[in-house]
């Protein structure tokens, strides 16, 4: 995987010490919460031979622009960078889309959009934010549909995609049924930033074998 991506791991994953409130990074906790999926993004423009290379280098920056931006421009403004990144990763999953799927497969592809913007916003309502939380949804949503349902590995990029989902639901948990609880201060960073690590790896790895295909 090289150095990078390995540079990338430590990052993000020694993050959680701030996440958890363990350590405190005072002004540099920005950049730090930045630099996993930063690296990540990175690791994968080195690498890029093409459009779907590019793909996703793009929308792992503009995730990692949306980790900076949560926390220094708040909620709405970091939404949108990320909103924007699922449209770049479902352009990558459309061209990239699986010739054929299980009826289970197609099911849980079918399911993941709908059920993500319901459950999003039902949990988001108490605070009188369900449509922001739907709306921000809809682009998770079919993206998490679209990576499952495409060529690339599911038990990486499929798994990546429905751990974002799982994140971000964390987040909204926290205006209703968790609010208060820290369980979703526990988990929303672990499963975050696996989502992107294992997307980074299994579109990337994927897209280095089709390199190599005489």
Not at 88 to 104: F, G, K, M
Not at 124 to 142: D, E, I, K, T
Not at 144 to 149: E, F
Request: contains cysteine; proline residues 5%.
């Amino acid at each position: 995987m090289g150095w990078l991506f390995g540079a990338a791991v430590v990052a993000g994953a020694s993050y959680c010490l701030e996440a958890w409130g363990l350590v405190d990074p005072g002004a540099l906790g920005p950049v730090w919460k930045t630099s996993g999926v930063a690296l990540l993004a990175v690791w994968t423009a080195t690498r890029a031979r093409g459009t779907d290379g590019w793909l996703l280098a793009g929308a792992l920056a503009l995730g990692a622009l949306g980790d900076l931006l949560l926390e220094t421009h708040g909620l709405m403004v970091g939404g949108a960078a990320f909103a924007a990144g699922h449209v770049v990763a479902c352009v990558l999953y459309l061209r990239n889309r699986r010739d054929s799927l299980t009826p289970s497969q197609k099911a849980f592809g079918w399911l993941l959009a709908p059920a993500t913007i319901g459950i999003a916003a039902l949990f988001a309502a108490p605070a009188g934010g369900a449509v922001q939380a739907g709306a921000y949804s809809a682009f998770l949503g079919v993206m998490a549909a679209l990576a499952w349902t495409s060529r690339f590995p599911r038990y990486r990029v499929g798994l990546g995609a429905v751990l974002f989902v799982v994140s971000d639901l964390l987040i909204f948990s926290r205006f209703g049924p968790l609010e208060g609880s820290g369980v979703p201060s526990l988990l929303i960073w672990p499963t975050y930033f696996s989502a992107q690590a294992l997307i980074a790896w299994g579109v990337g790895q994927t897209l280095s074998s089709d390199q190599r295909v005489p």
